[in-house]
């Protein structure tokens, strides 16, 4: 392998490199498992390492990364100097600062282990540790404190992502469009704080803890995580393939095993059992799809049955939310600021966040007035402010006839007059009007435009509503 050096647009002569792997290469890590197999071979062979049945799991390894594991002391000495005598005969040398120790199910703490100097590198005793990172993963051998470090950890490292996004836009109100900053959001800060999980036992909990950062509930982003994993392990001929054929055949329902957690999974989406998919594993994009389309089949039942049972979004057509897509409300914004700005206002109507006098005397338990302060002639709720109230009549009746120009030549004069002689409907019109039969014919510049104007009168009535309760 020779290597070069590329400073200021030149390149240097080349130099041939006669140790290492180069880091990054798609080639190394099988270039390294072939350096190191005889090592993991021998210990197999030596009967040296934990084993789960009769699979042997003592030495799982990542690139670089070696784990030596055994439910021995001693045993698991051994299997240190004789990865130390390879290193040494192969003229490499093993980080003694970065490898360590952690003892699972111990009577004995942390300290204790440490004093006793148990394990070594030659003659540096190795430290012992209670949690530790391999390959990405946070480890602790705490049960209670297990999953909680993890969860911390994930939490912090997602906020700092996060707020390194804010500088592009990230946040709400004149930043990026949402339909954008969702992307943003799926792209870096949900991988980041879901990197391996699928691999944790988390309790409801750490969940529950994790939950405010995905737009999908977090148990369902993990249980693709973890299905998608077992199709992995379904179609490789591997060790993980071995103990899962092993743990899926000898343990129970009750048991933590990963494997029978993923059976459980499966059965809870109507997937073929964890057994019929190892025996005929999909392939890959197969597989994948499948995941999806059931995961998010389930949840969006599950999601719409519980927004239908909400008042507060009675304009909001379920049947058009699809996880995954943005509403048309953000697609129509497109990037201009003043657009966004508009459709935030637009959105917060649709969802019943945005705050009128009704939402106040709702708040303080009946203390202030539910009356419209602009025209002091009933409730000013929703229906009361987009449609009713009289105040706002100028302002209203300037975009209803840019709405009726736009609208009547594709629905035709009857729909129209249906729909004016209904404030539901209206109102259906002005913030959601996917509902309407009508709508699936339109073609895309006339929804957008739809959108613009109906965007557009939800910020005019705010304007105008603010302006009108300064000046009183
Ligand atoms: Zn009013």
Known sequence: MSSAVRWEGKLSTSFAELQGVRQGSVWSPSVYKLFVNPLIKKLESDSLGFKIG????????????????SSKPDELQTMISYTAHFAETEEYNISKEKTKVMIWNSSLNCNLWNQMEKFH??????????????????????????????????????RQTSYALMGSGLHGLNGLNPEVSCKLWSTYVVPRLLFGLEIVNLSAKDISRLDIFCQLPITALLHKKILITFGTIARSDSVENDLAKRQLSTKGKNSKSWFIRADKILKQYNLPCASEVLLKPETK??????????????????????????????????????????NSIWKSAGSEQMCIRKACYKIKMLLDTYILQYHRSKFSN??????????????????????????????????????????????????????????????????????????????????????????SLCYSLHEKRSALLESK
């Not at 009769?54 to 594991?69: E, K, Q, R, S, Y």
């Not at 005793?125 to 705490?142: F, M, P, Q, W």
């Open 121 to 158: 590198i030659g003659s540096e005793a190795l430290e012992t540790v209670e949690n530790y990172k391999h390959i990405g993963i946070d480890r602790d051998s705490r049960e209670v404190e297990a999953t909680r470090t993890i969860i911390g950890n994930r939490l912090k490292t997602a």
């Open 285 to 326: 994009y197969k597989w994948k799809m499948k995941v999806k389309k059931c995961v998010d089949g389930f949840w969006s039942e599950k999601l719409f049955t519980e927004a239908k049972s909400k008042p507060s979004l009675r304009y909001l057509n379920i049947k058009n939310c699809k996880i995954g897509v943005v």
């Open 54 to 69: 009769n699979v042997f799991v003592g030495t799982p390894m990542c690139a670089d990364d070696l784990l030596l594991i």
């Open 366 to 455: 009946g203390q202030k007035t539910s009356i419209c302060p602009l025209c002091e002639e009933g409730t000013e709720n929703l229906e009361h402010f987009l449609v009713v109230c009289s105040a706002l009549t100028s302002i209203r009746d300037i975009f209803i006839s840019k709405l009726y120009a736009v609208v009547v030549p594709k629905i035709g004069t009857a729909s129209w007059t249906d729909i004016c002689v209904s404030n539901s409907k209206m109102i259906n019109l002005i913030l959601d009007c996917s509902s309407f039969e009508w709508y699936y014919v339109l073609e895309k510049n006339d929804i957008n435009l739809v959108e613009s104007i109906t965007r």
